[in-house]
């Protein structure tokens, strides 16, 4: 109840023209509570939330400067500035600027959750663009209409990516589990290259039977990619993730289309991989029975070196199932209708 009654405290200042009371919420969630032993009105700010706080007026203009998690998130800064308050393209290091009041009063008003925001920034997924900024910029529009908070369960947090269009559903899944599973290869691009090719064969199989399915239903499949696990500390790693982190995983999904594959035996083709495991769990005594024999996957003639990664397996039956834990939780909550 004190952290709603400290947000109406702050909303009622956006109804004062003067702007007399200089801290101001931009975005959610609404977690906010008081600085134990601190003067006047300090604010921790948990993950997802963003404040700004007015610093001076001059010339009739509100100088403002943005306080995030940690004291920095660049890319957020950046997006606000770019596409909120249409300051044109911002030095990556903008911490504070001036905008009219009654704009800011505005933008504030109109939430940053806004649908027209995402639509905007995520436009560049129904295009041929190859601009990775573009998509580094949707990736973070879409983290900012979710919110998501570290204080999450993994059945909270992965339940909102069924808000997202089909599109988003398509763009989130790949470069989620891209870099949970794949980031910490050397070099991550071939790895990652080999997930998404998992995921497209996956997909392809799973509509045959289902033609409604998206990528997002199968990366989330119960138990199949490891790192959407509730317990697995990947997938919060992922979500937590900035654009900047992100920007591997994002530019092989712009470049999905260029990649070719193939394996090492002429008669088996890389469309018929869906299985997939790290080495360490291959060579341990926990290794699933039908993995066997493996398979060499080549992306763009570069062999996929299952060392300190993951090893193929082709041809192993798979089976889909069109409801998962996370849609089940989606439904639950009216996140999916």
Known sequence: MKQYLIYLILLSTLCVSALADDIFLLTQPLELSEEPGSPGIQMNVHPGATLMKRLSTENGLVKVQIFQENGKDVNKIRYLAEKWFGLGTSPSHLSQFQIDPNVLVERLNAGPECEEDTAKACAVLDTESSDVALYMECFEAIKNKLSFKTSDNAYTSLSKLYALSDSEKKFMAMILTMYGEARGTIPPEEHMAAVMKVIKNRTRIARSEYPDINELDVVLHNSQFSMFNPRDPNWREALKADAESMKTAISVFVERK???????????????????????????????AWATETIDLFVNEKLVSPKDAHVFFDDIAWNFSPKNRYKKYAQKKGILK
Request: proline fraction near 3%; glycine fraction near 0%.
């Open 258 to 288: 260029s990649y070719k594959y193939r394996t090492n035996d002429p008669n088996n083709s890389a469309d018929s991989i869906y299985h997939y495991m790290s080495t360490a769990l291959y060579n341990s005594k926990q290794k699933i």
